[in-house]
């Protein structure tokens, strides 16, 4: 049962028009009630649940959470008004706080007892923003920075205020004030140059430099197939590469270690995808990943960050 999160800029600069007359604001309402239209043809949807979070001040952040049904989240979404600052910071926090309400009481991290795949709770955070600067009580902010200071419980074990299983996905409204006169560009959608660019690619996801509105139909169509149920794992690479394995099964040290693969062993940051039960739902399987490091009783704290080894 995968969790869409939708964290919407409600800063006052979303007031500002496009040369279709819209605000930014209508904009992001238009692109999540179409996102959900695009996510209902998949059977598998049926088990999603959907949350809205702005920029408020938490808990007024949260304007319909997972027990709320389908009428209570659009009727919210209807109703967002932008005024305020661009606290994106603030918000990504209360937004993975928000996801990670329940996890130490379900079990699901399972610390210092290996990473299981199958002990997990997908969740997509798409935040839509207009990318300008960001700010607070304090002034202007060049780089984006989340509050370290959780409410959580356990929180403190664990480094980053996400877990393996979210991913973040950003679609930065860049749209022009006045109609352009040149040719719209045909192709795949760029990253774009805000600061909340590095946050997606840490999670595993990416953020769109949306600048038309065919662009931004282009970015909900790639984001629906990106609901999958899967981790995001660091795969560090350690020691030579191991011996290809022959014909008769034993190891050839004759034949290059590379013939068989596309490309040589290496470190890398990828998603495991995780089958579920065709049946029932529940994601299938057996051993756990190692820990990346040796549990000592004399730790003074436990912090883990998500991350496996290629082990020889």
């Known amino acids: 049962m995968p969790i869409l999160l939708f964290?919407?800029?409600?800063?006052?600069?979303?007031?500002?028009?496009?040369d279709l007359g819209t605000s930014y604001l209508d904009i992001a309402k238009g692109a999540v009630e179409l996102f959900l239209k695009l996510r209902a043809r998949d059977p598998a949807s049926r088990g999603d649940r959907y949350m809205l979070v702005t920029y408020d001040e938490p808990p007024y952040c949260i304007k319909a959470g997972w027990k709320e049904n389908h009428a209570t989240f659009m009727s919210e979404l209807k109703n967002l008004q932008a005024s305020g600052l661009t606290t994106l910071g603030q918000a990504l926090r209360?937004?993975?706080?928000?996801?990670?309400?329940?996890?130490l009481i379900s079990g699901i991290d399972n610390y210092g007892q290996g990473r299981n795949p199958f002990f997990l709770e997908p969740s997509i955070l798409i935040t839509i923003t207009d990318g300008n600067k960001l700010t607070s009580t304090s002034g202007v902010q060049e780089e984006l920075h989340l509050p370290l200071n959780s409410p959580l419980p356990g929180s403190e074990l664990t480094k980053e205020p996400f877990r393996w299983d979210q991913r973040l996905f950003a679609l930065v409204l860049r749209l022009p004030g006045l109609a352009s006169t040149e040719p719209e560009q045909i192709g795949s959608v760029p990253t774009?140059?805000?600061?909340i660019t590095q946050m997606c690619e840490v999670t595993g996801g990416r953020s769109y430099c949306v600048r038309t509105q065919r662009m931004l139909n282009q970015c909900l169509e790639s984001l629906v197939q990106k609901v999958q149920s899967g981790v995001v794992i660091n795969f560090e690479k350690t020691g030579p590469d191991p011996l290809p394995i022959g014909e008769d099964g034993l190891m050839d040290s004759s034949r290059p270690s590379n013939s068989f693969a596309a490309q040589p062993w290496h470190s890398c940051h990828k998603l495991i995808y995780v089958r579920p039960n065709s049946k029932t739902g529940v994601p299938v399987g057996h051993w756990p990943i190692p820990e990346s490091f040796w549990p000592d009783q004399n730790l003074p704290s436990l912090r883990c960050p998500w991350k496996a080894r290629i082990y020889d």
């Not at 964290?7 to 496009?18: K, P, V, Y």
């Not at 937004?95 to 990670?100: I, R």
């Not at 774009?192 to 600061?195: Q, V």
């Open 7 to 18: 964290l919407i800029d409600t800063s006052a600069s979303m007031n500002q028009r496009t």
């Open 94 to 103: 209360s937004s993975f706080d928000l996801l990670n309400l329940n996890r």
């Open 192 to 195: 774009d140059e805000s600061a």
